[in-house]
């Protein structure tokens, strides 16, 4: 299910709307729940900063998690993520209305997921992708696999990806310059 290089750039230009999948992808899937019941989860600086590039090059982000938590919803707000969807393990209903509400087509969106929850939307995206550590049945299925693991710069490597394809990673280096 590989794409080739023309196929991956044709798929990104369509792309929309991207959408990530928390626990495995933005993060490395562990959670720290203290004796006092906070949670913590290591989220990765580099991910977060090309998710700026990304919404500034006119690509909306949303994030799909299975597990709700406040750790998330906080990372979130910091980005500007304004569309956090947090609840049970069944994700095609939420992705579904996310479509819906927005009048959007699957092949407009770009899913990275790493494990089996993520199966169906996955199946569903015009352009999706794993972790390099994401599970084999899920490595097996979709057209990109990152060489970082979640959690520590896969997004990133995913979405310098799309901006390549689509012509706009100069742009987000040159601002970087003086």
Same mark, same amino acid.
């Given at each position: ?5 023309? $196929?991956?750039?044709?798929?990104a230009?369509?792309?929309r709307?991207? =959408? #990530?999948?928390?626990?495995?992808v #933005?993060?490395d899937g562990? =959670? ?22 990304v919404?500034?090059?006119g690509i909306?982000?949303a994030?799909l ?13 910091? #980005?500007?993520?304004e569309?956090? #969807? ?11 209305k ?10 407009? =969106? ?7 929850l ?18 084999p $049945?899920?490595r ?6 990152s ?9 990133? $490597? ?5 901006l ?15």
């Amino acid at each position: 299910m590989k794409l080739s290089p023309r $196929e991956f750039t044709a798929r990104a230009k369509r792309v929309r709307l991207l =959408v #990530l999948d928390v626990d495995g992808v #933005l993060t490395d899937g562990r =959670v720290s729940i203290g004796s006092d019941g906070n949670e913590s989860k290591w989220f990765s600086i580099r991910d977060g900063a090309a998710l700026a590039w990304v919404r500034r090059s006119g690509i909306d982000v949303a994030w799909l998690s299975g597990r709700p938590s406040e750790s998330t919803t906080r990372r979130a707000a910091e #980005l500007g993520i304004e569309t956090v #969807l947090q609840g049970g393990p069944e994700k095609r209903a939420p992705f579904r209305k996310l479509l819906t509400d927005r009048g959007l087509k699957a092949s407009d =969106v770009a899913y990275m997921g790493d494990d089996l929850l993520d199966l169906p939307v996955l199946q569903q995206a015009g352009l999706a992708a794993s972790p390099a550590d994401a599970a084999p $049945e899920v490595r097996r299925r979709v057209h990109w696999v990152s060489q970082a693991p979640g959690g520590h710069g896969a997004v990133r $490597e995913f979405i310098e990806r799309i901006l390549r394809a689509r012509g706009a990673w100069d742009a987000v280096v040159s601002s970087h310059l003086d």
